[in-house]
């Protein structure tokens, strides 16, 4: 994708009457208030730090064909297009024609006509306007790739749940051993008279529950299935992603470096869009204030009949200058002045509330990857202990020391632990996907370096 005419270019404004748009007072802070620091944003394909090669495939073809990325791209090809064509209004325009006259009575008359007309760009309204058209382009570029990295995050997020699902569903079999294998004990002992036969029913319901869950977790796949292909531009059905039988949950394997504030600034493609946006609108004032002064118009023509011998003679030319001077448009174009810096204060306030948001985004990503972090941690332990009392509580059971209750209660408590162990794994996993979204971290793909194969299956 081409990149267009650099932001500081466009500050420039093209004549003395064409006002700046409002500057932003909006101070921004040396560092983060959070413990952790924000990963630097230039070091190759973020997704990369997952090392996993389903996700590559997967991202990379989205960025290709997803049919949000295909609009923006040919949103960006029309403002490129316009902001070509505005440079016409700098030169004269001439066109040609022929006319075909049938008096009665008479042989037909043909006659060829050139015409011309210009208007000098006095006082800068078609500089101005070609700035605008070049801001609108670099709007579009910029709004190209924040689809782009949109839709990397979008990818990146689903593919995380999908790989939760699959952990999900590794663990329920898990589970169902381990239910299956309390049932047989119990039910053992029942029939040597040891236990009564509402500890097998309660054995039995506690497996039956897990069970059921079974469907839930194939429908919850199918959904995120679904939703990639729709991301690779794709119909629903046509992506196959194959099941990962051990329950892997992508982790973030790079960790975190040391980044600046400026990083948003120089990434976030919305915020560089918002400020492309503010740099239109004081062009735009510009058109605006130009329109309150004279305008100069050329123009002229010159026609001659076909089928005379003498076309010097029958030639007509004329030349024609218009100088347009507003004298009472009852405050039209004073408004439309008014107009113009409303929207550009309009402009800023997106511009710095695009910040602000780009802030708070990798504020908050920073917060959760951090708790997110500790909780694992706490989970994991949490997990240690619960197989622990577990594995000594059926043991007692065995021996008629220990109530079923008790068994069951271990068995809920180590399956719900390992539960929240899968899904805190996630949530780190998110939360890394997260903050390189909020960075708006690159994700254009070099040309030649586009690997990706069909996924369609």
Do not use: H
């Not at 004549?15 to 909006?26: F, H, K, Q």
């Not at 090669?53 to 997967?58: E, P, S, T």
């Not at 047989?184 to 036969?197: C, K, M, N, P």
């Not at 174009?333 to 204060?345: P, S, Y």
Request: proline content about 4%; hydrophobic content about 45%.
């Amino acid at each position: 994708m081409k990149n267009s005419l650099p932001l500081f270019l466009l500050s420039v404004s093209a004549c003395a009457i064409g006002p700046d748009a409002p500057r932003s007072n909006l101070t921004l802070p040396e560092a983060y208030t959070t413990a952790y620091s924000a990963p630097k944003t230039d070091e190759g394909l973020w997704w990369d730090g997952f090392e996993d090669a389903q996700l590559d495939k997967l991202i990379r073809t989205a960025i290709n064909d997803n049919l949000n990325v295909v609009a923006a791209d040919a949103r960006l090809r029309a403002a490129e297009a316009i902001a070509r064509a505005q440079v016409s209004d700098f030169f004269p325009n001439i066109d040609g024609g022929i006319s075909v006259q049938f008096p009665e009575g008479s042989a037909p008359q043909a006659a060829t006509s050139l015409s011309a007309g210009w208007s000098p760009d006095i006082f800068g309204a078609q500089r101005q306007a070609l700035y605008l058209a070049r801001a609108n382009a670099v709007s579009a570029s910029a709004s190209a790739r924040n689809a782009r990295r949109l839709t990397a995050s979008a990818v990146a997020a689903t593919y995380v749940e999908l790989r939760r699902t699959d952990a999900q569903v590794a663990l329920l079999r898990q589970s169902l051993d381990l239910q299956q294998q309390t049932l047989r004990i119990v039910t053992l002992r029942a029939e040597a008279g040891l236990a009564a036969d509402l500890d097998v029913q309660r054995a039995a319901g506690d497996l039956a529950r897990t069970q059921a869950q079974s469907g839930p977790f194939t429908e919850a796949r199918t959904r995120a299935s679904n939703a990639l292909a729709a991301l690779s531009g794709k119909t629903p059905g046509t992506v196959q992603i194959e099941a990962n039988a051990r329950g892997t949950i992508p982790s973030y394997k790079q960790g975190l470096s040391e980044g600046v504030p400026a990083d948003l600034l120089r990434n976030r493609p919305d915020v560089q869009a918002a400020e492309a946006n503010l740099v239109a609108a004081g062009q735009a004032i510009g058109i605006q204030m130009a329109d309150l002064l004279p305008s100069l118009n050329l123009s002229g023509f010159i026609t001659s009949p076909l089928g005379t011998d003498d076309l010097a003679f029958g030639a007509f030319s004329r030349a024609n200058a218009a100088l347009n001077v507003p004298l009472l448009d009852a405050g039209r174009r004073w408004a439309e002045v008014r107009a113009a810096r409303a929207q550009a204060d309009e402009a800023l306030a997106l511009y710095e509330q695009a910040i602000l948001t780009a802030f708070q985004d990798v504020e908050n990503s920073l917060v959760a990857i951090q708790a997110a972090e500790e909780r694992l941690s706490d989970l994991d332990d949490a997990v240690s202990a619960s197989e622990i009392a577990f594995d000594q509580l059926q043991a007692l059971y065995t021996e008629g020391l220990a109530t079923l209750i008790d068994v069951l209660d271990a068995q809920r408590q180590l399956i719900a632990s390992r539960e929240a162990y899968t899904n805190s794994e996630a949530s780190v996993a998110q939360a890394y996907v997260n903050l390189y979204t909020a960075l708006g971290a690159p994700v254009e793909i070099a040309s030649g370096d586009d690997q990706s194969s069909d996924l369609a299956g």
